[in-house]
């Protein structure tokens, strides 16, 4: 008896967080006392939400309460230590502080009677829940030592049968569902069944798979996200390098035609100031020779008067004679256009900016729209598919080798023995029967070449393919700057860094090109009553692309095919 008073005074002075007897004990608001460093570091850890509770009533403070050590209650204990209270002895426990008792969310101890404690494992073969207190026998009974125990749960009546009252451990493979030994002899019975924990392993496998498929499908979609956050951070790059550079490009245009318009002016004002200065010049002159006939008319009139006539016979002679006037005797003055073909001619640049202008904003627009990051349209299927993405195209005289004949409005080429009178040009092909498209081609395009003679090349090049020299790197299909098709009277063959690929097909007149810029699809297709394709090369176009026709024998001829 004398022990449980002295347990019972034990508890009466602990500190419910550290369960050791007080030390420097502080009584907070709600009248509980703990250790002044226990309650302290409590404290201490709800700084953050700003409101401090009781560790046991949960009452909440605000502020945080001003910690005074109680001096009475200390010299108590001291006094009581004096006589020989000290903390529990081994093997006797204080009693549990209010929070190591079970709440409504928390499991309880099965076994505990009165104010159930907090369970800390479940036993699923018993199935109960246990306190640190009452799961001691499984770990000290034998026959309870190889008992299945778990974090604590509330769903252990589902290991339960229904209708035997017996822990189900057995798997029933037939009818995919828990049993229990009686039900395996009943109406279970010649089904396949398997001790559940033997299921489990097997589930536990074919889970570490899905686990694994999971995970890297998390990993692939996490490359995924990056890349496309990637694929953001080069969209708005160059979305905000082409707004940039557009609004550069177009305020030097702006400042040219401003520097174009002030040039028009400083003209014109110069013109009509040296022509005004000339009529002035010329009116002065007609104006002294008025005066100088107007003398004379006077003289002659005077003389007219003389009654002397031999006077008159006298001074007639040299009053009578005229100089010579150094103008006509009369000044034309044509129609009143000055400075109108000025105006005239100002006009007419400005239609043909404006159509440019007009035809190449429309082609601007063309290229924003076709910016299609994600998820592209894949290749047609028909011709009509095909037809949604034609371009038209034409040759540029400027790159045309001497030898080729350019004609129906540029998209025809005829290689003759005689060379044309082109004006040099940089961008010329000096050697090979070669030309390439005005236009360049970017985003999804579409176009057709008919061909007649032996042979040609169906090409797409860069612009910085090579000129003017007999050499791979200015040849269609000798160099990494294009990609060729050769087709020949009875066969095809693709060439890249000038490496020929034979390709299978039907022979035909005209050749499709089917080209996504973006995607780094080339397809060239052999186009008749139907389509075939022919080669396709998938790769990455760092420039825009030209269309480009190269042919071979004198009298051969390929025209970009106007599509409807």
Request: aromatic share 8%; charged share 25%.
């Amino acid at each position: 008896m004398a022990q449980k008073g002295f347990q019972m005074d034990s508890y009466k002075f602990s500190c419910s967080i550290c369960l050791d007897l007080l030390k420097d004990p502080v009584t907070i608001p709600c009248g509980h006392s703990y250790c002044m460093d226990c309650i302290k570091t409590h404290f201490d850890k709800e700084d953050s939400k700003e409101v401090h509770s009781c560790p046991q009533c949960q009452k909440a403070f605000t502020p945080r309460p001003v910690l005074m050590k109680s001096t009475m209650l200390a010299d108590f204990l001291e006094e009581l230590k004096k006589t020989g209270l000290q903390a529990a002895p081994t093997g006797l426990q204080a009693a549990p502080a209010d929070h190591c008792y079970a709440g409504p969310e928390d499991v309880a101890c099965d076994v505990c009677t009165g104010r159930k404690l907090k369970a800390i494992k479940s036993c699923l073969d018993c199935p109960a829940s246990y306190c640190e207190k009452h799961l001691q026998p499984h770990y000290d009974a034998a026959p309870l030592k190889n008992h299945k125990l778990v974090a604590p749960s509330k769903k252990l009546q589902e290991n339960i049968c229904s209708r035997h009252d017996e822990v189900m451990k057995i798997f029933c493979r037939t009818d995919q569902q828990s049993i229990c030994y009686l039900c395996a002899t009943d109406e279970h019975k010649g089904h396949e069944t398997v001790p559940a924990a033997a299921e489990r392993t097997e589930k536990q496998k074919e889970l570490e798979v899905r686990r694994l498929n999971i995970q890297q499908r998390i990993q692939d979609r996490e490359k995924d996200v990056k890349l496309l956050q990637q694929e953001v951070e080069a969209i708005n790059g160059s979305a905000d390098k082409a707004v940039e550079d557009s609004e550069k490009i177009l305020t030097e245009l702006i400042r040219l035609i401003q520097k174009r318009s002030s040039d028009v002016k400083q003209q014109v004002r110069s013109q009509q100031e040296t022509e005004v200065s000339r009529v002035k010049e010329l009116q002065e002159k007609l104006e002294q020779e008025i005066a100088e006939l107007k003398r004379k008319d006077a003289e002659l009139e005077q003389l007219s008067h003389t009654e002397d006539h031999n006077q008159f016979l006298h001074n007639y002679p040299s009053l009578s004679a005229l100089s010579e006037s150094t103008h006509s005797s009369s000044i034309n003055i044509g129609p009143l256009r000055y400075f109108e073909d000025v105006t005239a001619a100002v006009s007419e640049t400005r239609d043909k900016l404006q159509d440019i202008l007009r035809e190449e904003w429309t082609n601007i627009l063309v290229r924003v729209a076709e910016v299609d990051v994600l998820l592209p349209p894949p290749e047609p299927k028909t011709r009509a598919g095909f037809l949604k993405y034609s371009h038209e195209i034409t040759l540029d005289p400027n790159t045309a080798n001497r030898k080729l004949l350019l004609s129906e409005g540029n998209r025809k080429a005829i290689l003759m023995k005689q060379k044309q009178s082109y004006s040099d040009h940089p961008d010329r092909f000096t050697f090979y029967n070669q030309v390439l498209s005005r236009e360049s081609l970017t985003g999804r395009c579409y176009w057709e070449v008919e061909w007649r003679g032996g042979g040609l090349c169906v090409s797409v090049a860069y612009k910085s393919i090579g000129r003017a020299w007999y050499s791979d790197e200015c040849v269609f299909g000798g160099n990494d700057k294009s990609w060729s098709l050769r087709c020949d009277t009875n066969s095809y063959t693709y060439y890249f860094k000038n490496l020929p690929n034979p390709v299978s097909g039907p022979r035909s007149s005209r050749v499709g090109v089917y080209l996504d810029h973006s995607a780094g699809i080339l397809s060239f297709y052999s186009v008749s009553e139907t389509m075939t394709l022919l080669h396709r090369v998938q790769t990455t176009f760092t420039q825009p692309l030209y269309a480009g026709l190269l042919l071979f024998e004198c009298g051969d001829s390929a025209e970009l095919v106007k599509l409807k």
